[in-house]
Each structure stands twice: as C-alpha cells, then as structure tokens.
C-alpha cells in the first residue's frame, strides 16, 4: 500500500506534527505523533540493511579542513525543521583543524545519488540527497570532557548538541522528523528489557575502516538504571546503558545517531520516540556483555526546548511533547 501524506500543510515553525487543538502558528510545537516518527515498516527485519524508507530522521554529519572534500563520521536526527540533535563529542573543539559545517539529509546509500533498492518486482528510487548548511552549533554547557578520562562513562555526561540549519528542510516521505519523548529530568524511566532500533553508517564487524555505504540497523535492549550501575557504578542520570546481551550494538561512525522506540502515540498507530543519542562504545565494537552508554533524550528535553527557543525568531514558549501513552514501569 503506498503511504500519501499531505506536507504542503506543514508549517516551518513546528517541530512536527500540527496540534489540532492548537491553530497558533507563531509557537513551536514539539513532536506530535502524525508526521513524527512515522513508521512506514516493510522492513528487512532479519537482515542489517533497513529499507529506503526507514528513518527518515536521520542526518549524516559532514566535516571539513578546506570547504572543499567532506567526510562523515557522525549522525545526527532532524526533530524540526531548522534543527538536528547529535552527541556533543561530535562537535569539533576550537583548536581541531576539521569543522563541522553540513548535514545530509535523504540519504540511504552513500555510493549513489539518487538511491535506488531493488525488490524481487519493484523496484524504489528515493530523491537526491539534501546538503544544509549549519548556521549554529549549540554544545551543552555542562558538557566539559577532560582529556586525561577519555572513554570513561563520566567523561561523557551532558554528551548533547543542537545544530541549527541556515535554511528549512521540507518535509517528504524520505525526510521527515522524529518524535521527542516527554520530559522527564529528574527521573529514570525504567527501560529495562525494552528492544529498541539503532541505525547508522558506522563500521561494521566487516567494514572497519570508512563505514558502511548503506543505511543499517540493529535492535538492542534497554538494561534497567540497577544493571547499568552494576557494570558501570554511578552514572550520570542524563546515561542510559543500552545492549550487551549480544555482539550488536554501535561502532565507530555511528556516534550522535539514534536510539528509537516504536510505541503507541495514542492516535490508533505507532510511531518512533528518539530515547537515546549513541555516546560511548567500546574500541573494538564487540558489545557482548558490555554494555554502551547513551545520552537519555527524555533527561535534556527542557534543555532542548530552552536551547531552540532562545535561538529562534519566534519569541512564545516552546511547548514539549505530550506524554506518551503508556508510562515505562520496572
């Protein structure tokens, strides 16, 4: 069945999806199950390789010594029209040569353009990728690594950045925002035994060097915030531990990116919450019976609301998403 959705209706200034019981359009709106996070399943569920269609959030960041040649070694997830989410080791500090100055959305295969997935008969050609200009790079404050503890846990808390485009993205099928979770800074959701999807161009246990050409994903469980701390001791509450049951999990390239849940939204679907933002894994990519630790989204959502508030035109409050429709329980 072929999806038609309407984004001639999509105003600029929405994070997503137009609150039917608010017609103001001189405020942001925080994802809304609707256009956010739509899951267009007809997934290769067994296999690593998502289908073109899959995650239509997601950027690749784009770096440059010259603003000529680019390379791209992290991601990131559009949840507005203006703005990108990434981790804050992402971001380049002011003494590397590299600068972090474009973000590709619509991509699926690094090697072609336009993309192109062949079906057993049919055959899907996706758009030409979009390049954005960044206008604003916005690091968490408290995100104060220290050189002498790199890989430790604590040297990534607050590990989160906001990248604002110089230009609004359009929304369509292939480019599309994800829904933010509700805020919730001062407690832990339990999402202990949760699966959930992480996707990304990052190394592969085949490909070691440069990334994976194509789009790929893998499901993971949650642990609960006891098991994290039994591996790791005191994390910070803004950490989430996320795999380790198995070898899947991230790798390098694949920092920044996202950590979805596909939950009921309360309108008779489903759609993706982005939970976590990929921050710290192991060097050798194998997760088995190690777990990786994410940046926990629901912990910064004032932040981020804050954050892209005093950086807009729009001057009204920025309004969080509603809350889900079932709270997480141990």
Not at 78 to 93: E, G, K, N
Not at 152 to 180: G, T, W
Request: glycine fraction near 8%; include cysteine; hydrophobic fraction near 30%.
């Amino acid at each position: 069945m072929r999806l038609i959705l309407d984004f001639s209706k999509v105003i600029t200034n929405l994070v997503c999806c137009p609150n039917k019981r608010s017609t103001k359009t001189s405020e942001f709106i925080l994802p809304q199950p609707g256009l956010c996070g739509y899951s267009f399943g007809n997934r290769i569920i067994m296999g690593q390789v998502t289908h073109i269609k899959d995650f239509p959030w997601m950027a690749l960041l784009r770096y440059t010594t010259d603003g000529e040649e680019y390379t791209s070694r992290c991601g990131g997830s559009l949840i507005h029209p203006r703005w990108i989410v990434t981790a804050a080791h992402c971001v380049p500090d002011a003494t590397s040569t590299s600068r972090l100055q474009q973000v590709r959305l619509g991509e699926w295969n690094v090697t072609t353009n336009p993309d192109c997935q062949q079906f057993r008969q049919d055959r899907i050609c996706a758009p030409a990728y979009q390049d954005f200009q960044i206008e604003q790079i916005i690091v968490h404050e408290q995100y104060k690594p220290n050189e002498a503890n790199l890989g430790r846990h604590d040297n990534y808390a607050n590990d989160v950045a906001l990248l604002k485009l110089k230009e609004a993205v359009i929304f369509s099928e292939y480019i599309m925002p994800v829904c933010l979770p509700p805020a919730n800074p001062n407690e832990e959701h339990r999402y202990g035994g949760y699966s959930m999807d992480i996707a990304g161009w990052g190394n592969t246990e085949n490909i070691r060097y440069g990334g994976s050409p194509i789009k790929l994903r893998t499901s993971v469980e949650c642990l609960s915030s006891a098991s994290c701390r039994s591996v790791y001791g005191d994390i910070n509450i803004g950490q989430m531990c996320v795999g380790g049951s198995t070898e899947a999990g991230t790798c390098h390239g694949d920092s920044g990116g996202p950590l979805m849940l596909l939950d009921d939204n309360g309108i008779g679907s489903q759609s993706y919450y982005l939970v976590g933002l990929i921050s710290l894994g192991w060097s050798s990519c194998n997760n088995r019976n190690r777990p990786m630790i994410f940046t926990r989204v629901e912990h910064y959502i004032p932040w981020l609301i804050a954050t892209m508030s005093s950086n807009s035109v729009v001057t009204k409050r920025l309004r969080g998403p509603r809350d889900l429709s079932q709270r997480r329980s141990n």
